[in-house]
Nanobody
Framework: QVQLVESGGGLVQPGGSLRLSCAAS????????MGWYRQAPGKERELVAR???????NYADSVKGRFILSRDNAKNTVYLQMNSLKPEDTAVYYC????????????????WGKGTLVTVSS
């Protein structure tokens, strides 16, 4: 199994910044992709940002230019630097990891963190 430990959520004023981190541990042979999704009240879960093993990063249009995703391969950790936060960024943010547990795995397994709440409010 793979465990994901998220941290960094909280309450911030509009225009402020927060940094989320997600560390993966456990049965990991190779991580394929890491990223963050979010789910606001009454809405579906959506992609925020995701980085592949080839360092290609996809951002949701709503966060481009404000959020920065980075990855520390040595620590199996992904970071989401969130700047210029808006009230509409309020949501539970979930870490997402696609990982090969063994060298013999043909497809990666997807894991989800428990979520961390980000509230943007004055």
């Amino acid at each position: 199994q793979v465990q994901l430990v998220e941290s960094g959520g909280g309450l911030v004023q509009p225009g402020g910044s927060l940094r989320l981190s997600c560390a993966a541990s456990g049965s990991i042979f190779r991580i394929n992709a890491m990223g963050w999704y979010r789910q606001a009240p009454g809405k579906e879960r959506e992609l925020v940002a995701r980085i592949t093993s080839g360092s290609s990063i996809n951002y949701a249009d709503s966060v481009k230019g404000r959020f920065i995703l980075s990855r520390d391969n040595a620590k199996n950790t992904v970071y989401l630097q969130m700047n210029s936060l808006k009230p509409e960024d309020t949501a539970v943010y979930y870490c997402n990891v696609d990982s090969f547990r063994f060298a013999s795995d043909v497809y990666p397994t997807t894991y989800w963190g428990k979520g961390t709440l980000v509230t943007v409010s004055s």
